[in-house]
């Protein structure tokens, strides 16, 4: 065997001071405990009165009971409402891509003809998007009256408000050295954006659509719930009228709705995954 | 591929984006007409809105904040609770829903199934099935989040999990540990940050959610904006939308400040 | 001598029918340091992964210190376990805590359940594990989170995690494929010279022939699942290196 080894590259540290222990991550020492405070301040300023959370249990137990077997007998009047839910769904987010798709390329950082315009239209995104898509239905039915417009209109907005975001972040990502060549080729710019820029993005902006509309469904479906129209109403007319059995039958349609496309979603997301790889 | 085979595989993609166009147009129409919807009518509910918002909804009414302050604090308290409670509850679910980590498959299946029901019937469907037994208020606004929190934590915590280096947990499996020495040494550290980050948007989706939970009888702020709207308040409303504008923006902030931390 | 691990028949086969090791058979003997080489591919990985059962063989017997470990399980198992410390080709350091806890996670095998899992590990355990440390020459980084370590000082704690468990045997997979060539040089003098010190067999598979002639008191040639050399680093003649590396199946011939 042979036995010259050679001596390792570098040479070995052998001080006898141990280095100092680090302070434990401030997060966890102060932020744990500080939750927790929280959790029990909250708790107790919500003042939970303990004796109806357990009767309410047993009425819930009783309700439960009441609404097996579910109540198919307005099955016809349900889907029209869950196809008027879907529709809204649709119209809502496919204005909402319109919109945020032509004002991302003004508010994207790099492409923006002017940081002003970029920062105006950033800011009324987020706007659009802090109040809850529920609060813009309401506002919407007060202006312009019940029926399925008001639940479109909320869609649209709160998908652009979001949608806005998203696509300049997809924009502002994109390598700066490709504009540049392609500036330089005296390319206009609508053949930059036509030929440079939605190859890049394409497939993070259909990324995100997807994953807004299956968002917005969700919305859309509760919507008639403040009186935007759709399957929500017969959710809550259902309830109302203490028709438990028929409200359970609304409930899974509203869940096999939802769950088929978060289903076909996931899906197409393992596609694009396999795909990048 | 060779060059034909290159160019037919080209105009088949080109034929599925064009079929995907049409049928995403003939969604668009058969939508627009289910709805009755149409550019006038979008044109003029926009220009109705506007002229709603601008006239009738603002200014917002500032007299009514002091009374505001309550039902604001109750949103975030609900909030709060059901996050803590809900990130417990997902935390200890989604070991049992990861594929990483479930100890027996079926198992696995049965609590995917059961927290995709929680997560995919909206929350307002909860709450109204609450209201029923529990009557109004901020017991059932919070046992809404706290059930659509559970909904959405577990999958996105068990996504975490499965994303996990296995590399690590083999390496202390390898020196003797057994499945909870494994969890706790070397599962659990690279679960924190995730566990962290989620339950952090979990609190953001919470405090939006609790506004709509609170129109439909959960308490907290949107009970009060349901409220004044009836009542045709509309100042009233604006400042209560206002005060929910701010409470989300500050949320926003202040998670996003932690999440800078803890990576 | 008598032999500390006696592998007969050993054989594998995944699911899909890969045959990943085909009736092997192997003796190691206490303080050997034993060089397992091969091309990608030939088993080698699966070999060790079957002696500390991270896979389950189909077929064969292992008897390790004296005792049949084939169909054992939990508590016995794990025992086992903590007599083979175990070096990965990606580290496989716990990359979020500190240095010294991952050399603490050769303790494990060793702890109850519950204070392995809350992570109590007991004083004379972290005095041993900041010796083991300084031994390797990272006593300075001991409270550094193992991802702030160049590739080659997080093996060195790898190494020091393996010797935490006290073992009598060392399974090190490619221990310095993914490290450039001084770190590797390094890699391979810190585990040789602590082995020779603490009388630990070694099984370490590597890709590269000369430093396996150099460190080998013995070299296993692997070859499709079956052993086809197993001599002095003397007797692995550049023949016999071309035989591993390249050998020829008789059965694709006949197909071909």
């Known amino acids: ?277 | 591929m060779n060059v034909v085979q290159m160019q037919s595989a080209r105009k088949m993609k080109r034929a599925q984006t064009i079929m995907f166009l049409i049928v995403l147009l003939a969604l668009v129409i058969w939508s627009s007409i289910g709805t009755e919807f149409s550019l006038s009518a979008l044109f003029a509910g926009v220009g109705e809105s506007l002229r709603f918002i601008f006239f009738d909804f603002l200014p917002p009414d500032f007299s009514s904040l002091p009374m505001l302050l309550e039902p604001a604090m109750q949103t975030i308290y609900m909030s709060i609770v059901a996050m803590v409670i809900g990130s417990i509850v997902a935390g200890l679910l989604s070991f049992l829903a990861a594929a990483t980590t479930s100890p027996h498959p079926y198992l696995q299946v049965f609590v995917r199934a059961a927290t995709s029901l929680f997560r995919n019937i909206p929350v307002v469907i909860w709450t109204i099935l609450l209201v029923a037994a529990f009557g109004l208020g901020t017991i059932v606004g919070t046992m809404s989040l706290i059930l659509i929190s559970i909904g959405m934590l577990t999958r996105s915590f068990a996504e975490v999990l499965e994303e996990i280096d296995m590399g690590q947990v083999e390496a202390v499996r390898a020196a003797g540990g057994g499945y909870f020495q494994v969890l706790s040494q070397a599962v659990i550290p690279q679960f924190m940050p995730g566990f962290i980050g989620w339950s952090l948007y979990n609190f953001e989706i919470n405090v939006r959610a609790s506004t709509i939970v609170g129109m439909v009888g959960g308490g907290g702020i949107g009970f009060i904006l349901q409220s004044n709207l009836k009542l045709f308040q509309y100042q009233k409303a604006s400042m209560a939308v206002l005060l929910v504008l701010v409470i989300v923006l500050v949320v926003e902030m202040i998670t996003n400040r932690v999440r800078e931390r803890i990576i | 001598m008598m032999s500390l691990l006696q592998v007969e028949g050993l054989s594998k086969i995944y699911p899909d029918g890969t045959k990943a090791l085909d009736n092997l058979n192997l003796e190691i003997h206490p303080g050997e340091f034993v060089v397992v080489i091969g091309p990608s591919g030939a088993g080698k990985s699966t070999l060790l992964r079957s002696l500390n059962r991270m896979i389950e063989p189909t077929n064969g017997k292992i008897r390790f210190k004296g005792k049949e470990t084939m169909g054992i399980k939990g508590k016995k198992l794990r025992e086992m376990r903590r007599h083979m410390g175990m070096i990965f080709q990606g580290y496989n350091l716990v990359t979020r805590v500190s240095v010294l806890k991952n050399v603490l996670h050769g303790r494990l095998g060793y702890m109850s359940p519950l204070k392995g899992a809350l992570g109590l590990f007991s004083k004379a355990d972290t005095e041993a594990a900041k010796n083991m440390l300084q031994r390797v020459g990272l006593y300075e980084q001991i409270y550094k989170r193992a991802d702030e370590l160049s590739g080659g000082q997080q093996q060195r704690v790898g190494i020091a995690r393996a010797l935490s468990q006290k073992p009598d045997l060392i399974l090190a997979d490619e221990p310095i494929a993914s490290l450039d060539p001084a770190s590797s040089e390094t890699i391979m003098h810190y585990l040789y010279t602590i082995c020779k010190e603490e009388g630990i067999a070694c099984l370490c598979n590597l890709h590269q022939v000369d430093i396996a002639k150099k460190y080998a008191t013995r070299i296993i040639g692997i070859h499709q699942g079956s052993k086809v050399f197993d001599g002095t680093p003397e007797e692995l003649t550049d023949d016999m290196i071309r035989l591993i590396y390249n050998q020829i199946q008789p059965k694709v011939k006949e197909t071909a």
């Open chain 1, 1 to 277: 065997m042979n036995m010259h080894h050679p001596k390792p590259s570098f040479t070995v540290l052998t001080s006898n001071t141990e280095p100092k222990k680090p302070k434990k991550n401030g997060l966890f020492v102060i932020g744990l405990p500080l939750v927790g405070l929280l959790f029990v301040f909250s708790l107790y300023q919500l003042q939970f009165d303990y004796s109806r959370i357990a009767e309410g249990f047993v009425k819930l137990a009783d309700i439960v009971q009441v609404m097996f077997p579910p109540d198919f007998s307005e099955w016809r009047h349900v889907l029209l409402a869950a196809i008027e839910s879907l529709q809204v769904a649709i119209l809502g987010t496919v204005l909402g891509i319109l919109i945020a798709f032509f004002l991302s390329f003004l508010a994207a950082s790099n492409l923006t003809p002017h940081p002003f315009i970029a920062w105006i239209i950033q800011s009324a995104a987020s706007l659009l998007r802090a109040i809850p898509t529920v609060v813009w239905a309401l506002i919407f039915i007060v202006s312009v009256g019940l029926g399925s417009l008001p639940g479109v209109l909320a869609i649209t907005v709160s998908a652009a408000g979001m949608l806005i975001k998203v696509f300049a972040q997809s924009l502002e990502e994109i390598d700066k050295g490709v504009l540049e060549a392609m500036q330089a080729t005296g390319a206009s710019w609508i053949a930059i954006v036509m030929q440079g820029i939605l190859p890049t993005v394409k497939t993070a902006f259909i990324a995100w659509c997807v994953l807004r509309f299956e968002g917005d469904l969700g919305e859309s479906t509760i919507l008639g719930a403040v009186g935007a129209g759709g399957i929500g109403y017969e959710l809550t007319h259902a309830m109302k009228s203490y028709n438990f059995a028929g409200a359970l039958f609304v409930g899974l349609v509203i869940f096999i709705m939802v769950f088929s496309v978060e289903f076909v979603a996931n899906r197409y997301k393992m596609k694009l995954k396999v795909r990048s790889h």
